[in-house]
């Protein structure tokens, strides 16, 4: 792995992993904490829309993907809030239509998207210097949201009620969590594609989760785990010569399920232990 690192495409996707390690970990732990799972979801498949928008005009189909992602992130949350509509049926519509907009876009775009399919399944290993330089901004705007609304958003996760008494702006901070989500997974996008995303943004929070219950440490935990798996997977996918996305979230998932696996093997034998009389 270490004599890879001469060649720069190699050197882009350490970079690029371990920017959306850090999004996806402290982002993520809030998508765990306050269930909007599925959410999550529908927005990053919307984010097709952006991807095929950037074709048809000419651009970077991530700086689409980021308008298209905030735009699509705002209108369901403000739906889903002001409407008598389920949450369900929302991001049913909006995931379809996302993506049914996308494959018209691009339809409409003039000659071929060569690449079309590291945007579905990502391709850490063809991220160019621009859309690092992109994907660190997002970084940066995240981080510095989250730092300066901590507290707020804190309240929001874990008792959303208790803020709306305590007169905190609950729905202006939905949104805005939403919209993180939204800039979230358009740094995913490269590393991990679009139809991962949603394991990336989950995995290493859930993981972390299990550990301790402190917003914080739970934050720090998830970027931990989340370094660890992107550049785990790197490696393997470089040895075994296999997809890097999909190395990555499979890395992922199986030490999640590891996990659980020993640990209820664990909670058997202190019950086995428990139930055998002394002597």
């Given at each position: 792995?270490?004599?890879?690192?001469?060649?720069?495409?190699?050197?882009?996707?350490?970079?690029?992993?371990?920017?959306?390690?850090?999004?996806?970990?402290?982002?993520?732990?809030?998508?765990?904490?306050?269930?909007?799972?599925?959410?999550?979801?529908?927005?990053?498949?919307?984010?097709?829309?952006?991807?095929g928008l950037g074709y048809l005009l000419g651009i970077n189909p991530i700086i689409g993907a980021v308008f298209f992602t905030l735009a699509s992130a705002l209108t369901?949350?403000?739906?889903?809030?002001?409407?008598?509509?389920?949450?369900?049926?929302?991001?049913?519509?909006?995931?379809?239509?996302?993506?049914?907009?996308?494959?018209?876009?691009?339809g409409l775009s003039p000659g071929y998207a060569p690449d079309l399919l590291s945007y579905l399944f990502g391709n850490i290993l063809t991220v160019p210097t621009s859309d690092?330089?992109?994907?660190?901004?997002?970084?940066?705007?995240?981080?510095?949201?989250?730092?300066?609304?901590?507290?707020?958003?804190?309240?929001?996760?874990?008792?959303e009620e208790f803020s709306k008494a305590a007169g905190v702006p609950v729905e202006k901070l939905y949104l805005l969590l939403l919209g993180m989500i939204a800039l979230t997974v358009v740094v995913l996008i490269r590393v991990v594609g679009i139809i991962l995303?949603?394991?990336?943004?989950t995995i290493p929070a859930t993981l972390a989760r299990q550990f301790t219950h402190d917003l914080r440490k739970m934050m720090l935990l998830a970027v931990l785990f989340g370094v660890i798996f992107t550049l785990g997977g790197l490696w393997l996918s470089y040895l075994l010569d296999m997809a890097s996305g999909a190395?990555?979230?499979l890395l992922n998932g199986s030490v999640l399920l590891a996990f659980f696996a020993v640990r209820r093997l664990r909670r058997r034998k202190s019950r086995a232990e428990v139930a055998t009389p002394a002597g």
């Amino acid at each position: 792995m270490i004599e890879a690192l001469q060649y720069e495409f190699m050197r882009n996707a350490l970079v690029a992993g371990l920017l959306a390690a850090a999004v996806c970990g402290v982002v993520g732990v809030y998508v765990i904490v306050k269930k909007v799972v599925s959410i999550s979801g529908s927005i990053a498949h919307a984010s097709f829309g952006g991807i095929g928008l950037g074709y048809l005009l000419g651009i970077n189909p991530i700086i689409g993907a980021v308008f298209f992602t905030l735009a699509s992130a705002l209108t369901m949350g403000l739906v889903t809030r002001r409407t008598k509509l389920s949450e369900d049926t929302i991001i049913g519509i909006l995931w379809a239509m996302g993506m049914a907009l996308g494959v018209v876009f691009i339809g409409l775009s003039p000659g071929y998207a060569p690449d079309l399919l590291s945007y579905l399944f990502g391709n850490i290993l063809t991220v160019p210097t621009s859309d690092l330089l992109l994907m660190l901004v997002l970084d940066v705007v995240i981080f510095v949201v989250v730092i300066a609304l901590y507290k707020e958003l804190l309240a929001l996760a874990f008792d959303e009620e208790f803020s709306k008494a305590a007169g905190v702006p609950v729905e202006k901070l939905y949104l805005l969590l939403l919209g993180m989500i939204a800039l979230t997974v358009v740094v995913l996008i490269r590393v991990v594609g679009i139809i991962l995303v949603i394991a990336l943004l989950t995995i290493p929070a859930t993981l972390a989760r299990q550990f301790t219950h402190d917003l914080r440490k739970m934050m720090l935990l998830a970027v931990l785990f989340g370094v660890i798996f992107t550049l785990g997977g790197l490696w393997l996918s470089y040895l075994l010569d296999m997809a890097s996305g999909a190395t990555i979230i499979l890395l992922n998932g199986s030490v999640l399920l590891a996990f659980f696996a020993v640990r209820r093997l664990r909670r058997r034998k202190s019950r086995a232990e428990v139930a055998t009389p002394a002597g």
